[in-house]
């Protein structure tokens, strides 16, 4: 059941929609047509990173990386002709492939969209999630023979949560980076750290491997940068009473779409009955949204689903605003906040603490 607040706008008014009135369904076709940027990154440069001055692996990252993308070669480069193939003068040796490891906050989704942006001819952005949905829609072989097209394959938050996904992501890269195509890549784990502490990694020492040989890695030390540009302890205060969140949310007006206002139970429940494919489908005609009741979430399958829409939201760039029956850092429970998924937590309460201080 949805919140009671639901009655859609009209003239001046912004529309006012509930969970039960957006149609989340999406097809494949539409996830592979979003393959670019999400709204917060869509102009994201070399240029406008930011890198903190106490941290030389930033600005060596930024070097690092212009030349990468520079490297890559467009069509229209010349070849030469080795040992009975035909090979772009400029093909660099060594992994194809390059994995921005670091801590949340450091920048790294912003120099992968930088990447993006400064790469010419057929390039691709998607989260690994996506990767992987696309993969399981359209089989593995027809999914790799599409990607080969692109010049260079941009997938943000690689991780490796299963046996599955471990196999999944080793087929993919092996047989992509065959041939022009080049990936970049984000974690917040070092390649051959994947996987520990969410199943026997152990057993996959050899698969992870290979993985992991096909990237450079880039790691990107340095703090939270919202600890630089926010308050630490202002998601705290930015929590708002029940009475004050659906004041404010009365007097929201989206600057495009509609807003939502929902108790948390209803959203979590409603997120248990969707594919996380279509979380963000979910969002897109919203341009606020204002949760009531955050609480302690008991189980870890409704925390994890929770963190995948935050991190859409907070790529959408959507107005945020909540109220809590506890301090933000409780949402997660200690039983399992600091095991295997310690850093996705971390990292979303990071965005969090942004998205509620960000103005409207």
């Known amino acids: 059941m949805t919140s009671s607040i639901s009655t859609a706008g009209t003239g001046d008014t912004p529309g006012i929609l509930t969970l039960d009135q957006i149609n989340a369904a999406v097809t494949v076709q539409e996830v592979v047509a979003g393959f670019v940027p999400p709204p917060r990154f869509a102009h994201a440069s070399f240029d406008t990173y930011r890198p903190d001055p106490g941290e030389p692996s930033q600005t060596a990252a930024v070097t690092q990386l212009r030349t990468y993308v520079a490297d890559i070669a467009p069509e229209d480069k010349p070849r030469a002709r080795f040992f009975g193939r035909w090979r772009r003068q400029s093909e660099p040796e060594g992994p194809k492939g390059m994995y921005l490891d670091g801590g949340y906050g450091v920048g790294k989704t912003h120099l992968l969209a930088a990447s993006y942006h400064a790469t010419s001819g057929l390039k691709a952005y998607l989260s690994f999630q996506e990767l992987a949905y696309v993969i399981g829609a359209m ?66 020492r050899r698969e992870i491997g290979q993985i992991a040989a096909a990237f450079t890695v880039l790691r990107i030390e340095g703090v939270d940068y919202r600890h630089r540009n926010f308050q630490a302890d202002a998601s705290l205060q930015d929590l708002m009473t029940p009475e004050k969140l659906r004041a404010a949310f009365e007097a929201y007006h989206p600057a495009n779409g509609a807003k939502l206002y929902a108790t948390f139970a209803d959203l979590t429940a409603h997120l248990a009955r969707l594919h996380p494919i279509s979380y963000q489908r979910l969002l897109d005609p919203l341009g606020g949204v204002f949760i009531e009741g955050l609480s302690p979430m008991e189980d870890q399958d409704i925390a994890l689903r929770f963190v995948h829409l935050i991190d859409k939201l907070y790529d959408q760039g959507i107005h945020f605003a909540a109220s809590a029956t506890c301090e933000l850092a409780d949402i997660f429970k200690p039983e399992y906040r600091d095991k295997g998924y310690a850093k996705k937590y971390r990292r979303c309460l990071s965005r969090l603490g942004e998205l509620l201080q960000e103005p409207g």
């Not at 991780?159 to 890549?185: C, P, R, W, Y």
């Open 139 to 204: 089989g593995m072989a027809a999914s790799v023979e599409a990607f080969k097209k692109y010049t260079l394959v941009c997938v943000d938050e690689f991780e490796l949560d299963d046996v599955g996904n471990t196999m999944l992501a080793k087929t993919f890269i092996t047989n992509v980076t065959q041939g022009d195509s080049h990936i970049i890549t984000t974690s917040n784990t070092l390649p051959s750290d994947l996987g520990m502490g969410r199943f026997a990694a152990e057993s996959f």
